[in-house]
Structures are given as C-alpha cells and as structure tokens.
C-alpha cells in the first residue's frame, strides 16, 4: 500500500526508525529514500537526492488522473562519475527500495541488430521475465496455507492409499473400513503437521520436462526474440511426471510448491506483472559509457558501439517490445545510466540519446575522510565484515581509530599515485593487511583478540606502497 507523503516537521522518522518492513510494505518518501541509502552509500548526497524524487515521482504519476497520467513522462538520470564512488551500491540499493521491477544491465553487454551478441531489447524482456516471477511469488505467498493443506492431503494419499472397493464386501464391511482409515488418516495427519514423519521416505510423481532441447533452444537466441518455446511446443509434447524418492519434509516443500502454482490464476498474474513493468519498471543501464564515442571513419567496434545507442534510442524514448509475455511498452520506465567516463564524456553519447537523460549528476571523487567513513559507517562496512569473518573463528579482532585513519590514508594515496579505483581500494588494502591474519588464524592464533594498530598497517604496507611497480600489481 501507498500512503500521502509526510508534511516537512511532522515527525519524520530518523535513520534508525525506517523499519525494514516499512520499507517493503509502502513507496518511501524522498528523505526516507536518502536516509535508506546513507547507510550503504557515503557522501553523493546530490546524487542521492535526484534518485529519490526519480523514484517517488513514480508513484506521483499513478497518483494523477485522466490524460496528464499518459502525457508525464519519467526524468531519466544519467551518473557521471569515477569507478568505486558509490553508482553501482546505488543502483544495488535502490533496487531494495524501488518496490518495483528493478534490473541492471552493462550496456558493454549490447552490440548492435546485425552484429554477434545481446540486443537492447532483451533488458525489457528480463525485466519482464523478473516482474512475472515476482508478482507469481507473491500470489504463491497468499494461497501458501491452502496449498500446504493440499499438500498434506496428497502426502496421506501416499502414505494411506485409498482401496479400491471389492464389489463381494459387504455395505456394513465398508463402512467400518471406512471408518478406521478415516480414523488412522485424522492421526497420520497429527503426525505430519507436528513433523514426526518428516525424515519418512514416500515415493511421488513431481512434474518434469518432456522436452529437454526445448531449453538449449532458449540461450541461442529464440527466447531473445520473445518466443516461448513452451508455449509453442509443450502442448504437442505434454510433461510426463518422475517418479522420486525423498522424505516428507522435502516432499512437503515441493508438492506444496505445485499446489500453490495450481491454484494461482497465472493469466491474472501475468497481467499484472505487465503492468508493473510498463508502469513502475526500472532499468539501472551501468558503463555506457563504453558505447559512447567513436565516431572515427571506417569500420571496426565504432560502429557497433553507435549502433547500440540507436538501438536503445527508441527503447528510452517509448517503444513496444514483443516479449514471451506479449508486447511491452517502454514509455513510462525509468531509465538510469551510468559510467565513469574516463575516454570519452557524456557529450560523446548521439544527441538524440543525451536529450533521453535530462538529469545528469556527477558524483565526486572519494578522499581520505570519506574512507574512514566507509570503513566503519555503513551497515555493510568492511572492518563489520572482517570482524564477522574473525568472529566465525572464535576471535575477536579491534581496529585502533589510527590504524583505521592510516588504511584511509595510503588507500587515497594509492588512487592518486597509481590509478583511482575509488572505495574498490579498500578492498586490496585490507586484505593485504589481513592476509597473514586469516591464513594462520585457524591453526596458530591461540589468543582470542587481536588489536591492528597503526605500526601492524605500516608494517604490511610499507614497502608496497614506496615501491610503485609493487603497488601497481598488489594493491
């Protein structure tokens, strides 16, 4: 469910009071949106500012009524900015938060209609492909208690196998047979709903495909075009069941799995996981820079590279894609692309495709206080990872705040020296600095602490970072 945004000063919750099912359960407001991504992404404050109303004003479209609806047109985001600043992790994050079909795709993955390879359109048909699977799941989710019910019922039918009736029985016979199985089958089904049979093996029929090929067909390209071999091919080649052994607690996951499938109206789900697409769906297109430039004469990658921006011209500027799901208008998605644009800049890109992203925002180069913050701010902080990783081994290990500090320190020196990869730096250094740690920790650390100071990070790192050609190839 939606709610109206909140009025500025009437108690906006802070960072730690967005609880996580809140965040599942309604479209956040733009501070809510900030404040979500601050404890995964430091700094890049404007750029976290132009997602979030991007993101809410997806949910103040479907607000409007009549015509205006059709007529407002998604504000398309082009991030500008080195490698390791934090475009991806926003990307990651916000597809947490979109409460809607999100997917990210490498536009290096593309080459143009005529050439080897993806074409543009197969990130709608994955967007479609993820948007059915989601809204299937969820459907799947609200029939669970009557399809675990089904379930146990077919797992008594196993284990107490209906008789079939004698034609020389008495009526007065079968009716007393009747009633002790009815009798044993209430107990078996106490039995099986407290988990006393659970490790029981039965033997069942589970659904299987008839028609391997069918997908091998798939990657080669058929499925790329929208076609769903299934849909072709399975009636002429039904699914013939296989038989399985397993025990019940296993058989129980997946009968119940079939009966929630049967008793969801996929038509229905398919429609809806549509029109999420079209309405509310979100493409995170990342290096596309990679496609820009190259306008040189002759032949060669450049004119692959052109052709991908035409090729995703008319995707951007609204189109209709025929997927597997039937066809897909792309007018209302919203586009975001990134890339660091180190050769070439976002003015390289074909104009028609620049006029498609009207927002640009350009992140800014990481210094040494904003790795400090990432190492121990964010939720998903390296030294809370590291100390997670020790703690698996029964070892507590501390960082000094000026062991931390000097991490920081030669991680930015580094980037400045050699070449600047961003946060991705912090990754190198402190597994160099922990290495020694880590290998040995199982068999030879015998205390059950260990302190990093600043001289244990110098004493690691030293000699590497004086030696550029060292630092080139270690860190």
Request: proline residues 4%; glycine residues 6%; aromatic residues 4%.
């Given at each position: 469910?939606?709610e109206?945004p909140?009025?500025?000063?009437?108690?906006?919750?802070?960072?730690?009071?967005?609880?996580?099912?809140?965040?599942?359960?309604?479209?956040?407001?733009?501070?809510?949106?900030?404040e979500?991504?601050?404890?995964?992404?430091?700094?890049?404050?404007?750029?976290?500012?132009?997602?979030?109303?991007?993101?809410?004003?997806?949910?103040?479209?479907?607000?409007?009524?009549?015509?205006?609806?059709?007529?407002?047109?998604?504000?398309?985001?082009?991030?500008?900015?080195?490698?390791g600043?934090?475009?991806?992790?926003i990307?990651?994050?916000?597809?947490?938060?979109?409460?809607a079909?999100?997917?990210?795709?490498?536009?290096?993955?593309f080459?143009?209609v005529?050439?080897?390879?993806r074409?543009?359109?197969?990130?709608?048909?994955e967007?479609?492909?993820?948007s059915?699977?989601?809204v299937?799941?969820?459907?799947?989710?609200?029939?669970?208690?009557?399809?675990?019910?089904?379930?146990?019922?077919?797992?008594?039918?196993i284990?107490?196998?209906?008789?079939?009736?004698?034609?020389?029985?008495?009526?007065?016979?079968?009716?007393?047979?009747?009633?002790?199985?009815?009798?044993?089958?209430d107990?078996?089904?106490?039995q099986?709903?407290?988990?006393?049979?659970?490790?029981r093996?039965?033997?069942?029929?589970?659904?299987g495909?008839?028609?391997p090929?069918?997908?091998?067909?798939g990657?080669?390209?058929?499925?790329?075009?929208?076609v769903?071999l299934?849909d072709?091919?399975?009636?002429?080649?039904?699914?013939?069941?296989?038989?399985?052994?397993?025990?019940?607690?296993?058989?129980?996951?997946?009968?119940?799995?079939?009966?929630?499938?049967?008793l969801?109206?996929?038509?229905a789900?398919?429609?809806e996981?549509?029109?999420?697409?079209e309405?509310?769906?979100?493409v995170?297109?990342d290096?596309?820079d990679?496609?820009?430039?190259?306008?040189s004469?002759?032949m060669?990658?450049?004119?692959?590279r052109?052709?991908?921006?035409?090729?995703l011209?008319?995707?951007v500027?609204?189109?209709?894609?025929?997927?597997?799901?039937?066809?897909?208008?792309?007018?209302?998605?919203?586009f975001?692309?990134?890339?660091?644009?180190h050769?070439s800049?976002?003015?390289?890109?074909?104009?028609?495709?620049?006029?498609?992203?009207?927002?640009?925002?350009?992140?800014?180069?990481?210094?040494e206080?904003?790795?400090?913050?990432?190492?121990?701010q964010?939720?998903?902080?390296?030294?809370?990872?590291?100390?997670a990783?020790f703690?698996?081994?029964g070892?507590?290990?501390e960082?000094?705040?000026?062991?931390?500090r000097?991490i920081?320190?030669?991680?930015?020196?580094?980037?400045?020296?050699?070449?600047?990869?961003?946060a991705?730096?912090?990754?190198?250094?402190?597994?160099?600095?922990?290495?020694?740690?880590l290998?040995?920790?199982?068999?030879?650390?015998?205390?059950?602490?260990?302190?990093?100071?600043?001289a244990?990070?110098?004493?690691?790192?030293?000699?590497?970072?004086?030696?550029?050609?060292?630092?080139?190839y270690?860190?």
């Amino acid at each position: 469910m939606t709610e109206e945004p909140k009025k500025k000063g009437r108690g906006r919750p802070k960072k730690s009071e967005v609880p996580a099912e809140i965040v599942k359960d309604r479209q956040l407001t733009p501070s809510e949106i900030v404040e979500e991504l601050d404890k995964y992404v430091i700094g890049q404050d404007f750029a976290k500012k132009s997602v979030a109303i991007a993101l809410r004003n997806r949910w103040r479209r479907q607000q409007v009524k009549d015509f205006m609806r059709d007529e407002i047109m998604p504000n398309n985001i082009i991030m500008i900015g080195p490698t390791g600043v934090g475009k991806t992790e926003i990307a990651r994050r916000l597809s947490k938060l979109a409460n809607a079909p999100f997917i990210k795709v490498e536009a290096s993955k593309f080459t143009e209609v005529g050439y080897v390879g993806r074409d543009v359109e197969s990130m709608i048909r994955e967007l479609t492909d993820l948007s059915v699977t989601i809204v299937k799941t969820q459907k799947m989710e609200e029939v669970q208690i009557k399809a675990a019910e089904n379930a146990d019922e077919r797992i008594l039918d196993i284990i107490l196998p209906k008789k079939k009736k004698q034609s020389d029985e008495s009526e007065n016979g079968d009716e007393v047979h009747e009633e002790e199985k009815s009798s044993t089958r209430d107990k078996l089904r106490v039995q099986l709903k407290n988990g006393e049979l659970d490790k029981r093996v039965i033997e069942l029929d589970v659904s299987g495909d008839n028609y391997p090929m069918l997908q091998v067909l798939g990657p080669l390209g058929l499925d790329e075009m929208g076609v769903n071999l299934n849909d072709l091919f399975g009636n002429m080649m039904p699914k013939k069941p296989k038989k399985r052994k397993m025990d019940i607690e296993e058989a129980r996951k997946v009968l119940t799995q079939e009966e929630s499938a049967k008793l969801i109206d996929m038509d229905a789900a398919v429609r809806e996981a549509v029109v999420k697409v079209e309405e509310s769906g979100i493409v995170f297109i990342d290096e596309i820079d990679k496609v820009a430039g190259g306008h040189s004469k002759g032949m060669g990658p450049d004119v692959s590279r052109e052709g991908v921006q035409r090729d995703l011209l008319p995707i951007v500027e609204g189109s209709t894609v025929i997927t597997k799901y039937g066809p897909v208008r792309t007018d209302h998605i919203l586009f975001i692309a990134s890339g660091a644009f180190h050769t070439s800049k976002p003015s390289d890109l074909i104009p028609e495709l620049q006029g498609r992203f009207p927002i640009r925002v350009e992140l800014a180069n990481l210094g040494e206080d904003d790795f400090i913050k990432i190492l121990t701010q964010p939720e998903n902080a390296l030294i809370k990872q590291y100390k997670a990783l020790f703690e698996s081994e029964g070892v507590k290990i501390e960082f000094t705040e000026d062991s931390i500090r000097e991490i920081a320190r030669i991680a930015a020196q580094v980037n400045e020296q050699v070449e600047n990869i961003g946060a991705r730096r912090l990754h190198t250094i402190l597994t160099t600095v922990l290495e020694e740690l880590l290998f040995e920790m199982p068999d030879k650390i015998e205390s059950k602490k260990v302190n990093i100071d600043k001289a244990y990070v110098n004493e690691k790192l030293n000699s590497i970072v004086k030696n550029r050609d060292l630092s080139r190839y270690i860190l």
